[in-house]
């Protein structure tokens, strides 16, 4: 009788203490890359001057950056997608057209380029960038729950109307806001912060080539790894579909602070860390990097797939003969496979590209391992949600499925 009370307390307290504690994180990570001695344990902590929070060119650059790419998200190009089907039995269309905005991105960078635009100045700009998409993230989520009473009881969250103000602002109320067919969710998961992200690793590149003449081959890298990594998402754009941020997640602040100034300005760490402490690799160490980042692509590419197209077309002849487990709710669970592997085999290949992109980054500071320790506790946790969420939803089925498959992320030992 005590675990609920206790468990919900767990929750609002998050809910109070992440909108204060990440975005201070964000900077502090951003300052650590910045500093001679980069170290997460120096103290006093380096803190940024006034001036150093603000530019007024960071805003409009920002404001620019969403415009744009609202604009080619309602272009016409591309395919329309449906999504899963809601609990009103209807199926929202969503276009996937977000490698586009990719390739239109990369265009518009080359153009820029071109005409002499000091890309590598978004070096100088980083924290007032962040700076701003904390607070464009605070006040879309304020919008975002205000909207959120004016919605149908069937388009909120299953999770996300408890009643708790703060709760509820923090994990989201309305499950998939629109503003006419324009889905706010949907564009934010994989558009202006992830693609944000690729934009701020070349802008640290051509800081790199001011201050030194070329890139170091760490660098280059880092930007090959982490380009492919958005790059994919982005080819594989209809998968998204199915995750859980956009199935069963409100659009609240948690989602909303992670698209839009957690992934662009965590994510990238190594590649700032590099402007100010360049690495030698030796071409042996690049190669060795280059395959484990090739083995983690593949595993994470392949699983993922596997998984998308057995959701949508269990009869698929890539899928229809792999040994599967039926569930009192007629669906049916894979146990062979990736699979049948571990429960969790993106995860592994998630967790191997991490470590691979911050390998070329050396041995001498933590700071740039921040990514690959942040994203394995978030796996973890983010499993164990999934294990819930399946054993309510499977029962007797998920127990059978856990003992055909007893490893959740890393064979043999996790």
Known sequence: MLSQPCCLNTHLTCAVCIPVFLPLTVLFLICLSRSPEASLFQWPPPLPSTDQLWDPLAPVLLLGWFALHAVIYLMPLGKVSEGLVLRDGTRLKYPINGFHGLCISGVFLMLLLGLGAPLGYLFELLLPLAVCAIAVSFLFSIYLYIRSFWAPSYELALGGNTGN???????????????????????????????????????????????????????ILVNSFQLLYVADALWNEEAVLTTMDIVHDGFGFMLVFGDLAWVPFTYGLQAAFLVVHPQTLSSLKAAVIIALNGIGYYIFRQSNSQKNQFRRDPTHPSV?????????????????????????????GDLLMALAWSLPCGFSHLLPYFYVIYFTVLLIHREARDERQCRAKYGLAWDTYCRRVPYRIFPYIY
């Open 165 to 219: 103000p703060l709760y509820d602002f923090f994990i989201g109320r309305e499950l998939n806001p629109r503003i006419g067919d324009f889905d706010l969710k949907y564009f934010c998961e994989l558009r202006p912060g992830l693609i944000g992200w690729v934009v701020i690793n070349l802008g640290m590149l051509m800081k790199e080539v001011e201050l030194r003449g070329s890139p170091s081959l760490a660098m």
């Open 320 to 348: 229809a003969r792999l040994e599967t487990i039926a569930t009192a709710t007629g669906k049916r669970l894979l146990v062979s496979g990736w699979w049948g592997l571990v429960r969790h085999p993106n995860y592994l």
